[in-house]
């Protein structure tokens, strides 16, 4: 029954044109990114950009191991908006076109439904993690080359970093299944996501930042146990030299991240899935 599940979850997927449109969009924005960041600090790096020039002065600024970890970071520092979108709007969408009702009248247990869901979900963030990689590596690494920076291509440890940031973007997409379970209004969803995402997250923790104690409360935000779990992050560089806290072991952000999607899960399923519907 759980296999018929996660098969008819899939046909619901891909029957849409949302997930491709937003495979499409990732790519495009983390290849820009990626891209950008590599031939700036790629360029500084290499004198062909004075600092001064950047406007960094050298300080802060990755060069030689530091730089591909950080490029390649960008689908899970920066794109993890579009996995949490996916899975809420796969969730939402449930509750906006009434699919919920056929669905548990075809299958009244509804645990059943959601855990078919919300593993359908894991394996399309982790195909979002796939994309976000080939954006990111493909055209960082090209970049880097460029000005004679070594992409790190042939080091086991980077290659880790990428199975751990597809890994992230596939728990990822289990938040916003979560999210869309516990906030079932379509519109409300994407709304929170953006804001959270784009603005009140990134504020947080950049406030987080100058002091111990909110430095160490700051690394258990979604985003920043994510970034641990991929082993880098775009955030590294603007933390103040002698100021805030280590952040979480790589498994250690891996299982906060997990735990934000079975706590956004659970209790979704108590608030609205096990309710009446029409």
């Known amino acids: 029954m759980l296999l018929r599940g996660v098969a008819a979850e899939f046909t619901k997927i891909l029957t849409t044109r949302m997930w491709w449109i937003l495979l499409i969009v990732l790519f495009a924005y983390i290849a820009m990114l990626a891209s950008g960041l590599a031939a700036l600090f790629g360029g500084i790096a290499s004198g062909a950009i004075p600092a001064e020039v950047a406007g960094t002065g050298g300080a802060g600024t990755p060069s030689g191991a530091g730089l591909p970890p950080l490029v390649y970071s960008f689908g899970a520092t920066l794109g993890y908006v579009f996995p ?6 796969a969730t939402t969408g449930e509750f906006r076109h009434q699919t919920l009702t056929p669905t548990f009248l075809a299958n009244p247990r509804r645990a059943s439904v959601l855990a078919a869901k919300s593993i359908a979900l894991f394996v399309v963030g982790a195909v979002f993690g796939l994309v976000a990689v080939l954006a990111s590596v493909g055209t960082g690494a090209l970049t880097m080359s460029t000005f004679g920076v070594d992409p790190l291509l042939g080091d086991s440890d980077t290659w880790a970093l990428v199975g751990r940031l597809v890994l992230a ?13 516990l906030v079932p ?14 603005f009140i997250e990134p504020l947080l923790r950049l406030a987080a930042m100058f002091i111990d104690v909110t430095a160490n409360i700051g690394k258990f935000l979604p985003g920043a146990a994510s970034d641990a779990l991929v082993g880098a ?4 560089m603007m933390s103040p030299v002698g100021a805030g806290a280590a952040s979480l072991e790589w498994w250690q ?12 899960t659970v209790g979704g399923y108590f608030v609205s899935w096990k309710k009446d519907v029409t």
């Not at 949490?84 to 709007?89: F, Y």
């Not at 209004?185 to 784009?198: E, G, K, M, R, Y």
């Not at 992050?233 to 590294?236: A, I, L, M, Q, T």
């Open 84 to 89: 949490v979108l996916i899975g809420a709007l």
């Open 185 to 198: 209004s379509q519109v409300a969803a994407i709304v929170i996501v953006l804001a959270f995402t784009q």
């Open 169 to 181: 973007m596939a728990l990822w997409a289990i938040v916003g299944v979560g999210l869309g379970v």
């Open 233 to 236: 992050s775009f955030y590294s």
């Open 253 to 264: 952000g891996g299982l906060v991240l997990l735990g934000y999607a079975v706590v956004f």
